[in-house]
């Protein structure tokens, strides 16, 4: 059952929508060099695009939609043979390349030459469920081993300096426990680890309580690509994760979000940002600090910001002289930042950073069979259906549309089990 331990009045909404939106997503391949447990994508070989097509779909993006970065995924992108030919194009659009990727395929060359093309940063996909790939020294890593491994990326990164690290990994019932331990191992590197994301687990499961139609062909379950055998737990909540956080951390306080297309009330993208060094973190910007960011850079730029830089990062005690005025959470963070230099006033010589936390709560499934999605998705990719026409479509579903030509529909088996989770969405069965 979902804690409602978060008030939606106390935080931002970030105003991203379809038109005008911080991130835009990219697939230019679906090869992958791992087979990750819980991916939506399907691995497939030799699938990469051709590189006009997919400068056709980034000609696309920019006559619809407002955007910030492009997201570059897959598969994995450093798999794609024109990689550094992508990243230049993007850069001379005036966007800002992400790549999102497993690492894997990520050497020193490869880097400076990404570099040199303008990519903006990296968010770095690493998690004990993404199987056997990887250097075999990681297989059977738990998710506080595997920092190791994030440590040497995010070092690969900084030593060539001004590029943003980001790191996401999926979360299970049976990993949500390492939430924690892996903010504390973000607070340790605030100064290089810019972006931790939190994604939490969705497949369907035998126990699904319902029949899947795309049109009206029924779809049998094993048909479908993110199904798995096993009986899991699909339905943790942003509030879960916020729970395990709290138990540790009790000031932990996100400030803003998007909600779900079917519950308002449900945290899709729960975004914290905190201030701090490798000594303390010293509090959390609040809704005012968020709104102020978006909308000036709006002003500014006519878009919403999505990724800051490294250097806009590095300036939290700025921040925190400048912004506590306005912003209830920056000016707690502010006080205890002052009483941090009070202890010893040389500390004013170490660089306070600004840190996002991103938990994410991927499509959540009604007991009507309505299938909830982030309202204002920034993961929206492109799509062009069997009759030529184009358009944005969620990435987390494009396999669907590969499939059959169309989204999944879902249908209760019966209505006494689709009641069995009332309790937990307030939506009641169709009748």
Not at 313 to 323: D, Q
Request: with cysteine; glycine share 6%; net charge neutral.
């Amino acid at each position: 059952m979902q804690n409602h331990s978060i008030d939606p009045k106390s935080l931002y909404r970030l105003p991203w929508n379809m038109a005008d939106n911080g991130i835009t997503w990219l697939e230019p391949t679906a090869q992958c060099n791992l087979n990750c447990y819980g991916c939506y994508r399907k691995n497939i070989k030799n699938s990469h695009k051709p590189f006009e097509d997919v400068k056709r779909e980034l000609d696309y993006f920019q006559s619809v939609r407002k955007t910030d970065c492009i997201s570059i995924a897959g598969g994995d992108p450093l798999l794609y043979p024109q990689i550094v030919e992508l990243v230049a194009d993007i850069k001379r659009r005036g966007l800002k390349p992400i790549i999102n990727t497993n690492g894997i395929a990520l050497t020193e060359d490869l880097l400076d030459e990404l570099k040199k093309a303008g990519v903006f940063g990296f968010t770095f996909h690493i998690d004990s469920k993404q199987g056997k790939g990887r250097d075999p020294k990681w297989n059977d890593k738990n998710e506080v081993e595997l920092n190791e491994l994030r440590l040497y990326y995010a070092e690969m990164l900084a030593s060539k300096g001004g590029i943003a690290c980001s790191f996401n990994s999926t979360v299970f019932q049976d990993t949500i426990q390492y939430i924690p331990d892996l903010l504390e191992w973000a607070h340790k590197h605030i100064d290089i680890v810019h972006t931790m994301v939190f994604i939490l687990f969705r497949y369907i499961t035998p126990d699904t309580p319902y029949d899947f139609y795309a049109g009206d062909k029924k779809i049998t379950f094993d048909d479908i690509h993110y199904h798995s055998n096993k009986s899991e737990v699909t339905d943790l909540m942003s509030t879960d994760a916020v729970n395990v956080i709290r138990e540790r951390f009790p000031d932990f306080a996100p400030a803003a979000f998007l909600n779900g297309t079917k519950k308002a009330d449900h945290f899709k993208w729960l975004l914290s940002e905190r201030v701090g060094n490798k000594d303390e973190i010293f509090g959390y910007a609040g809704k005012k600090f968020l709104e102020y960011v978006m909308t000036l850079y709006h002003y500014k730029k006519d878009r919403y910001i999505s990724y800051a830089s490294p250097k806009t990062l590095s300036l939290g005690r700025t921040t925190l002289f400048n912004a506590w005025p306005f912003d209830k959470g920056i000016k707690a963070a502010f006080r205890n930042y002052l009483k941090y230099l009070a202890a010893n006033p040389f500390r004013i010589f170490k660089k306070v950073n600004m840190q996002s936390i991103m938990i994410i709560q991927p499509v959540d499934l009604m007991p009507n069979g309505d299938q909830s999605m982030c309202d204002g998705c920034p993961d929206i990719t492109y799509w062009k259906d069997k009759k030529g026409t184009e358009k944005l479509v969620w990435s987390c579903r494009l396999e669907e549309l590969i499939q059959y030509g169309d989204f999944l529909r879902m249908i209760p088996k019966n209505k006494e089990e689709a009641n069995t989770k009332k309790e937990l969405t307030g939506v009641e069965a169709d009748k």
